[in-house]
């Protein structure tokens, strides 16, 4: 029976869908059959991260109403066999699915996939609930940032009150600012939000570089988000990876910038 | 930020990370107060149950709510007292 995690964060533009489509590749490159669901129905961007976007014929909502089942929908990785995406319709809206049949969907899925990935939309509407229910646990994306961690503690509150096991991945953090005590960092979020972190993904410029190609960042192993990336996946396999410091500029690095802008 | 801040980093005695994690702290109690008011219900009537085994309070007039200055929350209670029981002291010992 495979396991089911649902990628949410409360706020939108914090790496929802490309933290999703990282961890999915990163699944796949383990040898697991994946299978990646896009839920943000009306506002899909999981097909284009992965580099899918001229392969879609169904889409969930043909599968959750019944038009075809989930086989016909689903489209293979051009470079990853074992990696599947469920994409949504780009022109129907969040209450196109009811929650029940995404429960439905995803406990028939699980026999098929080591791996099933919900991509979550922003916001705690209707979308967000049919996003969660099938799911075992959650990860819940934030940013160093004020406004992203009261969302994401928002959005912790609606898990608990549903019984998931969350998890936190902290993505966009800059270590040159949290060296110099401008921005919150994992520690601090952590004791802010009371939960686990299993990943901190540093502010990396490849990132776009890579999802501008529909490359996910992971497969660039000499990244540094692309290394962050790989330890997430090997703590959601159960390996235990210790949180290594990031490499901050030294003092000419710096110069550089002072006098480059 | 200075030039002199950027090559050798920020001397604020509080840092912005700081303020960012104590506001936070603050504004959560709050906010996870707000979306659970059956939690604060809960609040109230045990607090009646354990106060009423010493004094005869106004159940009614009684009110709780959480309160905040600019880095601490505090949860007020305002219990109004009728009677002091005969047995108090004796009851929980």
Redesign the interface.
């Known amino acids: 029976m495979g396991e089911v995690i649902v990628i949410t964060s409360g706020k939108g533009g914090v790496g929802k869908s490309t933290t999703t489509a990282s961890l999915g590749v990163g699944l796949a490159m383990r040898g697991k059959k994946v299978a990646l669901i896009d839920t943000d129905t009306g506002l899909r961007n999981l097909d284009i991260l992965l580099g899918l976007e001229r392969r879609i014929v169904y889409t969930l909502v043909d599968v959750a109403q019944k038009r075809v089942n989930y086989g016909q929908a689903l489209v293979r990785h051009k470079k990853y066999s074992n990696l599947f995406l469920l994409p949504t319709s780009q022109v129907a809206d969040k209450t196109a699915i009811e929650p029940e049949q995404m429960k439905q969907l995803v406990d028939t899925m699980r026999n098929e996939f080591d791996f099933i990935l919900i991509d979550c939309p922003a916001g705690i509407e209707q979308g967000f609930q049919t996003a969660v229910i099938g799911a075992d646990w959650a990860v819940v994306v934030t940013i160093p940032e ?1 406004s992203a ?2 969302d994401a ?2 959005i912790i ?1 609606r898990l608990q009150a549903v019984n998931k096991d969350i998890k936190l991945i902290v993505n966009r953090i800059d270590p040159q600012m ?8 994992m520690t ?1 979020i952590d ?2 939000l009371s939960l686990p972190c299993i990943g901190q993904i540093p502010d990396d410029r490849e990132v776009i570089n890579a999802s501008n190609q529909g490359i996910p960042i992971i497969e660039w192993s000499n990244t540094a988000a692309g290394r962050a990336y790989n330890d997430v996946v090997g703590r959601i396999c159960g390996e235990d990876i210790p949180f290594k410091p990031f490499e901050t500029e030294g ?1 000419f690095a ?2 550089k ?2 006098f480059g802008h | 930020m200075s ?1 002199w ?3 050798f ?2 001397s ?1 005695n509080r ?4 303020i ?2 104590d ?3 603050v ?2 109690i709050h ?2 107060a707000n ?2 008011p059956d939690v604060m219900e809960h609040i109230k009537n045990d607090i009646i149950e354990v106060i009423s085994h010493y004094m005869d309070i106004d159940k009614n007039a009684m009110e709780i709510a959480l309160e905040n200055d600019a880095d601490s929350v505090a949860l007020v209670a305002n219990i109004p007292v009728n009677n002091m029981r005969h047995d108090a002291g004796v009851r929980r010992r």
């Open positions: 004020v961690v009261r503690d928002k509150g949290v060296k110099a005590g401008t921005m919150l960092d601090s004791d802010i003092f710096r110069l910038h002072v | 030039i801040d950027k090559l980093g920020s604020n840092s912005s990370k700081q960012a994690h506001r936070l702290k504004v959560l906010d996870r979306v659970s």
